[in-house]
T-cell receptor, first 111, second 114 residues
């Protein structure tokens, strides 16, 4: 079945550092890929998405490129802020409409 | 503003008691979902519904029940058969057709055992 593997956390960074969170997937067909962010005590918010190979999703300074050859969708941000501290989830949506989530990566940014 | 409202934010259950978590959406979405989140784990699907009066079991449906009598509402009941109910519960909704449609989430209900 479909599955998502995320880099384990927690990740602790200083403000203005570069952030990468690795995400790889296993799926049949051509899934759509998503990154969600969860702030403390809240639900998930869609951060960005990509629906086909080589698509780049971007939002709020975050980017991720759909790489079919490596089955990856790594999340990057060039300069993080304290407000980026959250849990980040990679997810895929395959031939059915169900989302498969990674385990989540906790990111803490220190001033 | 359109969105998903979950209530209550915190809920406590006594042994042997059923409790119901509310989920209401005004996004006019046909599909709705319930997930369970445990520390260090991703979200796991409990139940989902693509249309009113129809729903299917997800990956961890045992000990849970749902109804879908209205498009806007998808309540989840945690029954006494669920032996480890302490978790964060998230409701979501989406347009059901198309792979590229994201799911929109509520702010969750945290359920604990007394």
């Amino acid at each position: 079945g479909d599955s998502v593997t995320q880099m384990e956390g927690p990740v602790t960074l200083s403000e203005e550092a570069f952030l990468t969170i690795n995400c790889t997937y296993t799926a049949t067909g051509y899934p759509s890929l998503f990154w969600y962010v969860q702030y403390p005590g809240e639900g998930l918010q869609l951060l960005l998405k990509a629906t086909k190979a080589d698509d780049k999703g971007s939002n709020k300074g975050f980017e991720a490129t759909y790489r079919k050859e490596t089955t990856s969708f790594h999340l990057e941000k060039g300069s993080v802020q304290v407000s980026d501290s959250a849990v980040y989830f990679c997810a895929l949506k395959g031939n059915d409409y169900k989302l498969s989530f990674g385990a989540g990566t906790t990111v803490t940014v220190r001033a | 503003d359109g969105g998903i409202t979950q209530s209550p934010k915190y809920l406590f259950r006594k042994e042997g008691q059923n409790v119901t978590l509310s989920c209401e959406q005004n996004l006019n979405h046909d599909a709705m979902y319930w997930y369970r989140q445990d520390p260090g784990q991703g979200l796991r699907l409990i139940y989902y519904s693509q249309i009113v009066n129809d729903f299917q079991k997800g990956d961890i449906a045992e000990g849970y029940s749902v109804s879908r009598e209205k498009k806007e509402s998808f309540p989840l009941t945690v029954t006494s058969a669920q032996k480890n109910p302490t978790a964060f519960y998230l409701c979501a909704s989406s347009i059901p057709t198309g792979q590229n449609q994201p799911q929109h989430f509520g702010d969750g209900t945290r359920l604990s055992i007394l």
